[in-house]
């Protein structure tokens, strides 16, 4: 990782989170990256490597009336060209020592069962053992609803 450095992003980091598009799933917009920042218990790390980002990961804090606050790792994303030099790793021990100065009680992520790279990462970086799972889920319709 020599010459790679991890900044958490903040709402002044918004045009650089917007370069970094190539990163995620979809280009990040600017009403969707301001509501993400908008919300106190959304984080954001970028691994830059010389001016060009490299890789990110985000977390969400998860709190319940009857449970201690956890960090959901949302997504955690290396350019090609950078995999292979631990920035993945990197990345998720730094939210995940994120998580331990908020007071979360653990961290966890979904991952598929066949991504043997995100499984060999997240063991890496000190994941315990899988547990078996179900995950469900309701797509609704995109829309600008909750972006002003």
């Known amino acids: 990782m020599d010459g790679v450095r991890l900044e958490r992003m903040s709402p002044?980091?918004?045009?650089?989170?917007?370069?970094?598009a190539e990163l995620f799933d979809d280009a990040p917009t600017d009403a969707l990256t301001r509501r993400f920042f908008a919300e106190p218990g959304h984080h954001l790390i970028v691994a830059f490597d010389g001016s060009e980002a490299a890789g990110f990961v985000s977390g969400v804090?998860?709190?319940?009336?009857?449970?201690?606050?956890?960090?959901?790792?949302?997504?955690?994303?290396?350019?090609?060209a950078s995999r292979g030099r631990g920035i993945g790793r990197a990345l998720v021990e730094a939210l995940r020592d994120l998580a331990i100065e908020r007071g979360c009680a653990g961290m966890w992520v979904l991952t598929e069962d066949g991504n043997e790279a995100a499984l060999r990462t997240y063991r890496a970086a000190g994941a315990g053992a899988p547990s078996p799972q179900v995950m469900l889920e309701w797509e609704f319709p995109v829309t600008?609803?909750?972006?002003?």
């Open 12 to 20: 002044d980091d918004l045009p650089r989170v917007l370069a970094a």
């Open 61 to 80: 804090e998860v709190a319940h009336p009857d449970k201690p606050v956890e960090m959901f790792l949302n997504e955690l994303g290396v350019r090609d």
């Open 144 to 148: 600008d609803r909750g972006l002003t």
